[in-house]
């Protein structure tokens, strides 16, 4: 398999000449990203381990002689181009994909920098929506480092994860952490990321499986995470945060504690589901831990266990799975050889990943989407892809 896809890339120059009468000037790759552990941990103060994948969005970009913003995404044929100018950036409650050009554009002139022409842009990607692979993220760290190269911005790489941050946080309203960003920012060839989102320390981890791979499982079931209990989870871990400092008057996040502390200290938190919730960020995050020092001693089956550990705590703790990653879940540990597997992202649909033998991938993939598509009703697609750095020019 060749790590980015070559078709797609030529697809997308051919379209975009077709389109706009010109060649693009700039071509650029931003991956997707898995989180190999660590969900729901990056807002509570603790430990992600997420890796950069060959599945992604493609952009290429042509400056412009006026104001005017051309733009067309291969993805969304029905939208066509979309055509606005460069201070036309107020959100639009019905706005597609180009929100994120939008959201883009008004968090740099937000922080300073100057977008002084217009542009066309053409976007194609090989990611499901709404499959937990961060298309979103992905899409804004390719834009980001489009406006920064096509106009010298000078932007550090830091302050790019931020910015795709932001544009969730201010100008979308989600309230979602920094891992996404910073995955697909700061990924390395078959190196996974173990980031500390307190500091934002990181430390780049081989991730290494051998006879096994790891297969990527979306159920194709929608979601929005705007729509979904997500907000509702993160003011949960708040209130218990809150209870707590009540009786750990020094912890800033949930993050900083270990089960013994968070457990000797449990009676702070009144209510059994805020407890709960609480109870998956901090057991998380250690498993995190656990789950950097396995992959780097290479014992994968230690590894896999963790995996689960984490999907159970998910579904039980934080009820974030649902009946479509459930049903992933169960039938992957129900096929032989299978070392892990466990929901990733957020939640409420998206995918899974899993930790197969090799050689067993094609037998997986069929066994897994029968059961699945007999209890569901419809298919889940499966994906293999290969672990790679972050976003870049081509």
């Known amino acids: 398999m060749t790590t980015l896809n070559n078709e797609l890339k030529t697809s997308l120059q051919e379209s975009f000449k077709e389109r706009f009468a010109i060649s693009a000037e700039y071509l650029f790759f931003s991956p997707g990203r898995i989180n190999l552990i660590g969900e729901h941990t990056d807002y509570n103060g603790g ?217 000797a200290n449990k009676a702070a938190i009144k209510e059994e589901v805020i407890y709960r919730r609480a109870r998956h960020a901090v057991s998380e995050n250690e498993r995190t831990i656990l789950a950097t020092k396995a992959l780097r001693a290479h014992d994968l089956v230690e590894f896999g266990k963790l995996l689960q550990q984490s999907h159970i705590s998910l579904r039980d703790d934080y009820e974030v799975t649902g009946e479509e990653l459930d049903t992933l879940f169960d039938a992957a540990m129900a096929q032989p050889g299978v070392l892990g597997a466990r929901m990733t992202g957020a939640g409420f649909g998206g995918s899974a990943i899993a930790l197969i033998p090799r050689d067993s991938a094609a037998a997986f993939i069929e066994n897994v989407g029968k059961l699945y598509a007999e209890k569901i009703g419809y298919a889940a697609s499966f994906y293999t892809a290969e672990i790679v750095k972050g976003t870049a020019q081509l």
């Open 47 to 263: 430990h992600v381990f997420p890796a950069a994948i060959s599945i992604g969005t493609y952009g290429a970009l042509a400056l412009r002689d006026d104001d005017e913003i051309h733009l067309f995404s291969a993805n969304f044929p029905d939208v066509g181009i979309s055509v606005f100018k460069l201070d036309d950036i107020a959100a639009r409650k019905y706005d597609s994909w180009v929100k994120y050009v939008r959201g883009v554009l008004s968090e740099l002139k937000r922080a300073g920098y100057n977008i002084n022409r217009g542009f066309n842009i053409g976007i194609v990607g090989d990611m499901p929506n709404a499959s937990g692979l961060s298309s979103s993220a992905s899409l804004e760290l390719l834009l980001g480092e489009m406006f920064n190269t096509a106009f010298d911005l000078k932007i550090s790489r830091l302050d790019l994860v931020k910015l795709g941050q932001q544009v969730e946080n201010n100008y979308l309203g989600l309230r979602t952490g920094i891992m996404d960003q910073f995955a697909i920012g700061f990924g390395e060839k078959e190196q996974a990321i173990f980031l500390d989102v307190n500091t934002m320390e990181y430390e780049l981890i081989p991730a290494e499986f051998d006879q096994y791979e790891l297969i990527i499982m979306t159920t194709n079931k929608r979601r929005e995470l705007v729509d979904s209990k997500y907000n509702e989870r993160r003011d949960e871990t708040e209130l218990a945060l809150k209870e707590l400092q009540t009786v750990l008057p020094t912890i800033k996040s949930l993050g900083e504690l270990d089960m013994a502390t968070f457990e």
